[in-house]
């Protein structure tokens, strides 16, 4: 029997599915397992797929779904009915290959004594490196007389070597064990280190190895767990599978002929455009869409970027004195942005949203540069939001966002430096400032708390004199509020 999906133990009221389907047709749906910790669960919102305790289920109920699924495998046995038991997804697995590359075997056959291991003295049997591929002889090491004729490590007569070599898999299924000792001298890796500094705290790969590779991975694990090399249970703690790069719909391919050259592109973009655009183009679970217009637009936006920052250093200071003091709120509000940025780049990054990390950098450029334009806020902010993007900008764009720091004249390389931090305190009850459009184009921009509701974002739109100017008292037909992004007013 299996436990787990719906299929044993399957009502409305645990599977999502199913609740939908028990809805849609207006079917009664009653629950029978409730959240363990005794909270309270609104089944007509949606289906309890977790499990917890037993209720309404006859002599099951109180039991845990855990010592449910025991008694129910008990009651099946002694009914003759059912039981328990395990199933193992992992099948008898060819390891040898007849090609070069590929770990040896260590084995040898002797007339003797038949297939003999080789002693441990003598691992690991290591490769020759004189060979000539030539496709004709396979398996390519049965060619090599001198590294086939050995002697056998028992009656150390004459014996020959196994001339297969093993599949790729079986090195990918450990090698991270050995990362923690790779100068390890007596055995595939040193149990203590390994046991110190696994698990992998965080995997990543594409999801065509993922389902083999994980299961083989984790089948060594508990393998060596079993005999007694450490303890280890669970190889990898995190998992994230990337998404592919996909071409025209396809994923890109040789075969296809859909494939582009990432050096091309870097040799006409930079590396640091390519990157950006690749982490910006999708979320990193999902496939990628490659567009070469996308990587034009990155390459637009970091120039952009950099023309200001060229202009912004190159102006003299001594102009802009006393600016800082009539445009107080709009410093405010582009210090607040500023923080509440680098707090939710810093979280994004730690989350692999690398798409919404850069897509708030580029939001925070917007509006620093807008202000700046308008002379809404002095040197010191936009300085400070300028550094701020350059130092957030840092780990997808390194060198470009080291020449920023270098043409701002500031010392030392962002390489060396401490992620920056933000201060909570100065967006926590700081006003945002957002747009104002006045049928469909954008008229103004008013200050407002980031929580505001619609109707003090009304009452702080309609009361603004260039916002009252182009309405120019005529009736609104319509008012559009999205909070922390815009106002839309049609008249
Ligand atoms: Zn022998």
Excluded at 144 to 158: H, K, L, N, R, V
Excluded at 164 to 190: C, H, I, N, Q
Excluded at 468 to 480: L, M, P, Q
């Amino acid at each position: 029997m299996s436990y787990g999906t719906g299929a044993v133990m399957s009502v409305p009221a645990h599977d999502q599915r199913d609740w939908e389907f028990a809805k849609e047709y207006i079917l009664p749906i009653k629950q029978v397992i409730f959240p363990g910790d005794g909270s309270t669960f609104d089944i007509e919102k949606e289906a309890f797929t977790e499990k917890g305790t037993l209720g309404d289920s006859g002599w099951l109920s109180g039991f845990t779904s855990q010592e449910a699924f025991g008694k129910i495998a008990e009651y099946l046995r002694e009914k003759s009915a059912g039981g328990a038991k395990t199933n193992y997804r992992l099948r008898d697995w060819g390891i040898s290959r007849q090609r070069y590359w590929g770990a040896p075997i260590p084995i040898v056959y002797c007339e003797r004594c038949g297939e003999v291991p080789v002693s441990d003295s003598d691992l690991p049997v290591e490769l020759p490196l004189e060979i000539d591929i030539d496709g004709e002889r396979i398996p390519a090491l049965s060619a090599i007389e001198s590294f086939i004729a050995t002697s056998c490590p028992t009656c150390e007569g004459p014996a020959r070597r196994e001339t297969d070599t093993m599949d790729t898999f079986v090195e990918s299924s450990w090698y991270f064990l050995r990362y923690a000792s790779p100068d390890f001298k007596d055995g595939m890796f040193e149990p203590g280190k390994a046991s110190y500094w696994l698990p992998v705290n965080q995997y990543i790969g594409g999801i065509e190895h993922a389902i083999l590779h994980l299961l083989y991975s984790r089948f060594f694990t508990k393998v060596l767990r079993d005999i007694g090399v450490f303890e280890l249970d669970e190889p990898f703690a995190n998992l994230l599978t990337q998404g592919m790069v996909v071409k025209d719909g396809a994923k890109m391919s040789k075969s296809l002929g859909n494939t582009v050259d990432p050096d091309d592109m870097i040799v006409r973009y930079g590396a640091d455009t390519v990157r950006m655009f690749m982490l910006f183009a999708a979320p990193v679970e999902k496939d990628l869409e490659w567009s070469e217009q996308g990587v034009n637009g990155m390459f637009r936006f970091l120039g952009r970027v950099w023309r200001f920052a060229v202009g912004f250093f190159a102006e003299p200071k001594d102009e802009e004195q006393g600016l800082e003091l009539q445009a107080g709120g709009k410093a405010a509000a582009l210090t607040a942005a500023t923080n509440r940025t680098i707090k939710k780049v810093t979280e994004d990054i730690e989350s692999f949203k690398f798409n919404t990390a850069i897509s708030a950098i580029m939001e925070l450029f917007n509006e620093l540069s807008t202000l700046w334009k308008e002379k809404s806020v002095g040197r010191e902010h936009a300085r400070e939001t300028l550094l701020a993007v350059a130092r957030l900008i840092y780990p997808m764009a390194p060198h470009f966002a080291e020449e920023l720091w270098e043409l701002s004249g500031e010392s030392g390389n962002l390489v060396n430096k401490e992620w920056i931090k933000w201060d909570e305190g100065a967006f926590e009850s700081a006003e945002i400032t957002i747009p104002v459009r006045v049928n469909s184009r954008v008229r103004n921009q008013i200050s407002l708390s980031p929580d505001a509701d619609e109707e003090t974002a009304r009452e702080i739109a309609l009361s603004d004199s260039r916002v009252k100017e182009y309405i120019a008292g005529r009736e609104i037909k319509n008012f559009v509020y999205v909070p922390k992004r815009l106002v839309d007013i049609r008249v």
